[in-house]
């Protein structure tokens, strides 16, 4: 059965570097999504991404972050400086279709096994 | 307040014992998912839903659009259960999630 992959499964960082969290979503899937999960606490939207384009983003997703799909499989979290606090579990998602009201329907979202970052 | 609410936030209940989690939200949504994850980490979706019951196994997941609201139901709970189960929304292009439900079934 196809899977959302991620890599690495775990990276420690120092403050203030810059992170690549890599993705490769399910290969006929449109829509790519990255959240985190902060230790002890709820998963929360970071971002959606359709179509080369960013089409959601949360208030947590600041000019530190970025997301890129380079080649046509992977998805990339890019973190430019990070902070102590930006240590939490990061999830991608995929999805075959819109994942929300405008202009299609919800589907069902496949998520990845995490990458554990740690900034110290 | 949470866009999304999830009541219990902790259940502990015996092996075989019916299992009931509750979600109401406050916004508009598209669908409804209900979500697990596991201990160490992973999120497996469960259901999606925007209208009515559906069923997999022995799990159940009910919504109420008017009252915004729905449960999962577990049948002839099980210790492999043991999980904490998300309630989450699809609104615009991002999902919003309660905090779980955290779940254990003593054998």
């Known amino acids: 059965e196809p899977e959302v992959t991620q890599t690495p499964s775990h990276q420690v960082t120092q403050m203030g570097q810059e992170v690549i969290l890599r993705c490769v979503p399910i290969?006929?899937?449109?829509?790519f999504y990255w959240y985190r999960q902060i230790l002890g606490q709820k998963v929360e939207f970071l971002v959606s991404f359709y179509n080369n384009e960013i089409s959601e983003k949360s208030e947590i997703f600041d000019d530190q972050f970025s997301v890129e799909r380079p080649d046509g499989s992977n998805f990339t979290l890019k973190i430019r400086s990070t902070k102590l606090e930006d240590s939490a579990m990061y999830f991608c998602a995929s999805s075959p279709l819109r994942g929300g009201l405008a202009g299609g329907r919800a589907d069902t979202q496949y998520f990845g096994p995490g990458t554990r970052l740690t900034v110290l | 307040k949470n866009e999304v609410e999830q009541s219990p936030q902790n259940l502990t209940a015996q092996e075989g014992e019916f299992i009931t989690i509750n979600c109401s939200y406050s916004?508009?949504?598209?669908?409804l998912h209900w979500l697990q994850q596991h201990p160490g980490g992973g999120i497996v979706s469960l259901f999606m839903l925007s209208s009515g019951k559906k069923k997999h196994g022995r799990l159940i997941a009910t919504i109420n659009i008017q009252e915004k609201h729905s449960s999962l139901h577990i049948t002839a709970s099980h210790p492999r259960d043991s999980a904490v189960y998300i309630c989450a929304v699809s609104r615009d292009d991002k999902i919003i999630f309660g905090k779980g439900t955290r779940l254990h079934i003593l054998p």
């Open positions: 916004v508009g949504i598209s669908a």
């Open positions: 290969s006929n899937h449109l829509y």
